[in-house]
């Protein structure tokens, strides 16, 4: 059991991690969740992620996220599952189904599909609209880079909020971002920072609250934290390298 010991060890790691940050920068570290990314590990590994505390799991692939949900739905009832990431729109059945958090809104045609879907099978998914304030071109996201100065974008914008909360099934919470891989810190707290700003700005025209930032890995999640992030997705440093993706 050496296996389930280290990842233990390594999930209490980062809880003290995000404790720790929180506490230094005057938070209450119970405003923060960890998503512990589970993509492409084994559900024996999502077993024992769950024996050592962690009740939010985190998914990019639609009929992963299935099969590990049918797996562990007797075993392990109380798992809270993210998808996180780009969801084509012929794979959002399953979210639709499982999902609880969606941080992945990152067009029109997901939103009103899985609102469809929402209204046909009666279920609730929180949803956060994934912005790409960094410009990267591999990046998914609404743009968002120059929100600040360009109208196109700050309409495309709203008009995503709006489109949100016209879906009964879907409960609009927030943003989620990525910073640029392997960036400079200075350059990932700057995303951070206009991401919340963003959030912000747009609670403000829109009137509507949006509470979550999903932001912050695991080279980055410190940083986020500082930033307001509620939400931290850390794979690697719970479950270890990945073979791929
Ligand atoms: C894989 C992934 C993560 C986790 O990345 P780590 O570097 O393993 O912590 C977080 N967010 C998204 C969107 C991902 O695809």
């Known amino acids: 059991m050496a296996i389930e010991k280290t990842l233990a060890e390594r999930y209490q790691a980062i809880q003290t991690r995000i404790r720790q940050t929180a506490e230094r920068i005057g938070r209450d570290p119970a405003e923060i969740t960890l998503v512990g990314v ?3 590990w084994p559900t024996e590994k999502l077993r024992a992620a769950y024996a050592a505390g962690l ?3 985190g998914e990019n692939r639609a ?3 299935t099969e590990k949900a049918a797996e562990l739905a007797t075993d392990c009832p109380d798992i809270i599952w993210h998808f996180i990431g780009h969801l084509q729109t012929r794979q959002s059945q399953p979210i ?13 045609k997901i939103i009103g599909r899985l609102g469809r879907q929402l209204n046909e099978n009666g279920r609730q998914l929180q ?3 994934e912005v790409n304030v960094s410009g990267e071109a591999s990046k998914g996201g609404f743009p968002a880079h120059n929100w600040q100065e360009d109208n196109v974008q700050q309409q495309a914008l709203k008009q995503a909020v709006q489109l949100t909360t016209e879906q009964n099934g879907l409960k609009l919470q927030g943003l989620m ?3 640029p891989w392997g960036a400079p810190a200075e350059e990932i707290r700057q995303i951070f920072s206009q991401t919340r700003q963003l959030r912000d700005w747009l609670a403000a025209e829109t009137d509507i609250d949006l509470p979550i930032l999903s932001m912050g890995m695991t080279d980055d999640f410190e940083i986020a934290i500082e930033e307001g992030a509620t939400h931290v997705r850390v794979g690697r440093a719970i479950f270890g390298d990945r073979q791929y993706n």
Do not use: I, N, Q, V
Request: aromatic share 8%.
């Open 38 to 40: 589970s993509k492409t």
């Open 55 to 57: 009740r939010h799991f």
């Open 63 to 65: 009929h992963e996220l």
């Open 96 to 108: 639709a189904d499982h999902g609880h958090l969606f941080h992945g809104a990152d067009r029109p």
């Open 127 to 129: 949803t956060l609209l």
């Open 177 to 179: 971002t990525m910073a």
